[in-house]
């Protein structure tokens, strides 16, 4: 049976990240795990803000191909 598990996630930046839009000090993803016959799969994905997209849009992305 195969399971995914999807969940944002903001991971803490060591420095702040300046460029001319703005100042981050962290990085807002999306953590997906995908599970199959005792194997694991992992990843992540960071929106692209420019374009308005966010962990939460991207989790309504996923939540709709289920």
Do not use: C, N
């Not at 999807?6 to 991971?11: I, S, V």
């Not at 460029?19 to 990085?27: D, F, M, N, T, Y």
């Amino acid at each position: 049976m195969r399971t995914l598990h999807a969940r944002p996630h903001a991971w803490k930046l060591r420095e702040p990240f300046a460029i001319a839009r703005g100042v981050r000090s962290e990085a807002r993803v999306v953590i997906v795990e995908l599970h199959e016959d005792g194997l694991v799969g992992r990843g992540e994905a960071g929106g692209i803000a420019y374009q308005g997209e966010t962990p939460e849009s991207m989790l309504a992305q996923i939540e709709q191909l289920r």
